[in-house]
């Protein structure tokens, strides 16, 4: 199946006459080569400029590239091809991605699937580094210590810490004992050393759902992942939010950001999002424990406690937020029609003819939704915001003829 990258402008143009935003879509404007296409993933470098990453390549010979966003010019200027990464996977929950550090040092993460007979889903998570913007990188290394190829490592997120480096989390099966879960892990780089010794922050973790790692403006390095309890009823899959107020050497304070209590024998393949406004930690995610959809929370006291959810869409998948001035705004895939969400493995996949849809969430509970034009068949959307009034909207979608990545 071959796929199409989109990324659009989204303006806020705030009416006077209406108390709420009104959303205002820009055309798109292809970015990519001409081969597959997919997973993008937006950050930015050392100096704040925009930077987005996607996996590029025919079936066998993908690759991870990048390219910074011009203000200047209005769009990305040429891609970067990180050669080290040919043969990773086009994945959209668990997209390859980059981030820089405070000096300037290019870390570039990535999967490489290796299936067994013993394990059909085992992989690896590999890196590289560029100490020179790009223009040469280390020889690849792997992310975790544990190195045997029967295990199964994904679904990463990684982030600019702190002190400047560089931690990382991701599931991996390195202590699986029974039928279902991972254990969720995490490390820091060290200089020019990278990652450093990983250790278990979490047990009996949803083995395919996207984590998520994000820092806050006080230093606070939180993590949200789809946790998995035993019940009499049977596993209940919901989110758990944990915290480190010193850099990643400790991690605490799990708590559920919502008592779903989803009970799945499944994966849904569908992850959270956080990011911290105003002085509240948001979270959006999907379940379909109680009434099925995309739900929203809030916490003002840094994860200990957070607020009653709220439904914010009945069909949507894969969320994604940031913080846009005083706005929270969000992305997300919509399909047209409800699925199974309580049958079997693969439960939760995306089947069905969607669109993409951007929102922001005011903290009155009106959210102003606008569907992206042209977006049907649109999946695994991301956003970066760069300014108080303008996001950019980053997704895959289908396409028959030619793949491409396209800027809206």
């Not at 202590?175 to 047990?203: C, R, V, W």
């Not at 790692?213 to 939010?241: S, W």
């Not at 009155?364 to 950019?392: C, M, R, W």
């Amino acid at each position: 199946m071959r796929k199409v990258l989109f990324i659009l402008f989204v303006p806020f143009m705030l009416c006077c006459q209406r108390k709420e935003s009104k959303p205002e879509i820009s055309q798109a404007v292809v970015v990519s080569g001409s081969s597959a296409a997919g997973c993008p993933y937006f950050t930015r470098d050392h100096q704040g400029n925009p930077v987005m990453c996607w996996t590029e390549g025919e079936e066998g010979k993908q690759q991870l590239y990048y390219a910074r966003y011009s203000y200047k010019e209005a769009k990305f200027v040429e891609p970067v091809t990180i050669h080290a990464s040919i043969g990773t996977v086009l994945r959209g929950e668990s997209m390859n991605k980059i981030a820089f550090k405070k000096d300037g040092t290019i870390v570039a993460v990535y999967e490489r699937k290796h299936p067994s007979e013993k394990n059909k889903y085992a992989g690896s998570i590999l890196y590289v580094q560029s100490f020179d913007n790009g223009k040469t990188w280390t020889k690849e290394k792997y992310l975790h210590t544990d190195t045997l190829r029967t295990n199964s490592r994904s679904f990463f997120d990684i982030a600019t810490l702190p002190d400047g480096e560089i931690g990382a989390v991701w599931l991996d099966s390195r202590f699986k004992t029974g039928k279902e879960g991972s254990a969720l892990f995490f490390a820091k780089t060290n200089g020019k050393e990278g990652f450093q010794t990983d250790y278990p922050i979490g047990e009996t973790v949803c083995e395919c759902c996207r984590t998520d790692l994000y820092v806050d403006d006080h230093g606070n390095i939180h993590v949200v992942y789809r946790d998995i309890e035993t019940t009499v009823k049977g596993q209940v899959r919901d989110f758990a939010h944990s915290i480190s107020s010193d850099n990643g050497v400790t991690f605490q304070s799990i708590q559920k950001i919502s008592n779903d209590n989803w009970v799945i024998d499944g994966c849904p393949h569908t992850g959270a999002s956080m990011v911290a406004n105003n002085g509240a930690l948001a979270v959006v995610w999907f379940t379909a424990g109680g009434s099925p959809g995309l739900y929203f929370t809030r916490s003002l006291d840094n994860g200990n406690t957070f607020e009653p959810r709220r439904l914010v869409s009945e069909n949507a998948r894969h969320p994604q937020i940031s913080s846009s001035g005083k706005n929270i705004v969000a992305v997300w895939d919509e399909t047209q029609s409800k699925h199974d969400m309580h049958a079997g493995h693969s439960a939760g996949h995306h089947v069905a003819s969607g669109y993409i849809t951007f929102s922001i969430l005011n903290d009155d509970k009106k959210n102003a939704s606008v569907q992206i034009p042209e977006s049907e068949g649109g999946e695994f959307p991301v956003l970066y915001p760069l300014d108080d009034h303008t996001t950019l909207v980053a997704y895959t979608k289908d396409e028959k003829i030619i793949t491409r990545i396209v800027t809206q």
